[in-house]
């Protein structure tokens, strides 16, 4: 059955809310959440099912034979997105917008983000030494611009080409861009080639962001910069529903800044990745990344494929790896308290974009802590470039975070022991009724004479007294015993007392979980007002990450400090190719 072919007038409510939601997004997968599990639906479910291998089942939904439907669980829903989007698909996310139990009627539901190759933000989908830079290509007939970011990490840039067809596919194809945004103007040779050869996500539009919120990110560029900057916005804000408020203002890459060199040029030099095996074991890169952070594994990359040819700069950073190399103890020090340093900059995405959890804040909480330690090296060693250690920011996530929370927020088990009153009277009140269960118990043995008698719980009946088969004969109307369920082993009882005090926990439980809940919320709102500060600090720790892993190859290998001068010569002696060289040891 196509959704092409139904009489939507015939459609059950939720069905039809189903069908107004997917005529929003035709060319993507819905998943469309129904209680504990996202639900697909006519040709979407056909397709999921089998790119997923799940079984094809139907739901009545109003017309004479059953819809094509099948599901997968919400708690475990990014491995099933993870593989959609490998195998080139868009997924759209519709969520509930209320609580079903207190919803009257039909839940609210409304697409809250969409998810293609170049919006992922999952970690198990991302490679941490890698950025997943989503961009477009606008073709102003007379030159290309191309901008790009990715938003787990905040990074935005952009730049101008020559209006050749080769050129802009070797940059596109160089950047490594994971999906593409482009005029409606683009040569479709351009597209074929980038569909069919490279497999990228390519969508055509000429839609522009009008808004003023993110304008901060443009104004200070020229018209043609600011369409295009307007056109991946349009994608990343309106079609896929992206919060970039992390995003920091956009780079011009400016060719004459860096050694320029096509993907073919970059591809036989196998700088990041080997010709033969297009794996990143036997690159420059695999040689060279001695780093102890992912911002510093991906900074690495970025310096290798875009090598500045300023002067001072380069002499700036071979100054540091002097200084690390003489203060061998110092560096030592250095790489032991990176390595405790987790990835702020995907931190960051994550919590401005709404995914991040208890654990992701009491990584950012561990990351801060080791922050003074390396601000004091950075000193001492004279460092180009300072951070600052956010003292108030670690103290509010050291006093108010578990260390081991759950990965759900709606678990409980989220804010520590004494950081909020009211959520202090309530896990007090929730201590005393588990107390009166275990004396409940205590008690009902003694008075019941029955000494196997358990109090036990589930979902379904709540707290509940099980007495065996071999035991009811001592079970008396005047014990006050009400019989809830029969057992294969034997009888489920409740009394009113223990009703009532299952009442008060699951009630205090509750209260605990959504007040932690809010909570947690509250602490992660205020986290986002740092992270343009937390941004600044990743960029220094990326940097500094590079320059001591420099440091770490040049003594285990003897490499030394090339003199640069500006007479365009080139003198090596005893050389040695650093790959070649390690490879056949």
Known sequence: MKLSEVDRSKLAPMMKHYVEMKDNYKDVLLFYRLGDFYEMFFEDAVTVSHELELTLTGRAAGLEERVPMCGVPYHAVNVYIDKLIKKGYKVAICEQMEDPKTAKGIVKRDITEVISSGTVTSESSLNEKENNFIGNIYDFDYMYVISYSDITTGEYYIEKLDHDKDKVLSEVISLGL?????????????????????????TITDKLYELDNYSYLYNNFDVNYQIA????????????????????????????NYLKMDVHTKRNLELTESLRLKERQYSLLWLMDNTKTAMGGRKLKQWIENPIIDKDILNQRYDIIDKLLNEFLLSDELRKYLYEVYDLERLCGRISLG?????????????LRVLPNIKEILTKINFYKQIETLDSLYELLNNSLNETPPIGLKEGYLIKDGYNSELE?????????????????LEEKERTGIKNLKIGFNKVFGYFIEVSKSNLNLITPEMGYIRKQTIANGERFITPLLKEKEDLILTSEEKIIELEYNLFIEIRDKVKEYIPNLQEISKV??????????????EKYNYVRPT???????????????????TLK
Do not use: M, W
């Open 178 to 202: 994971k999906e593409v945004i482009c005029n409606s103007k683009l040569d479709p040779y351009i597209i074929n080639i980038l569909k069919s050869q490279y497999k990228l996500t390519v």
């Open 229 to 256: 900057i307007k056109h991946l916005l349009y994608y990343l804000v309106v079609e896929q529903r992206r919060n970039l408020s992390h995003i920091r203002l956009v780079i011009e890459k400016k060719q004459d």
């Open 355 to 367: 995914n991040a959890n208890a654990r992701d804040l009491v990584q950012l909480k561990n990351s």
């Open 425 to 441: 009277e309530l896990k007090s009140l929730r201590s005393g009724g588990k107390n009166f269960i275990s004396k409940f118990e």
């Open 541 to 554: 720790i990326s940097e500094i990450d590079v320059i001591q892993s420099f440091a770490f190859i040049s």
């Open 564 to 582: 640069l001068n500006n007479k365009h010569e080139i003198k090596v002696i005893d050389s040695r190719h650093p790959v070649v060289e390690n």
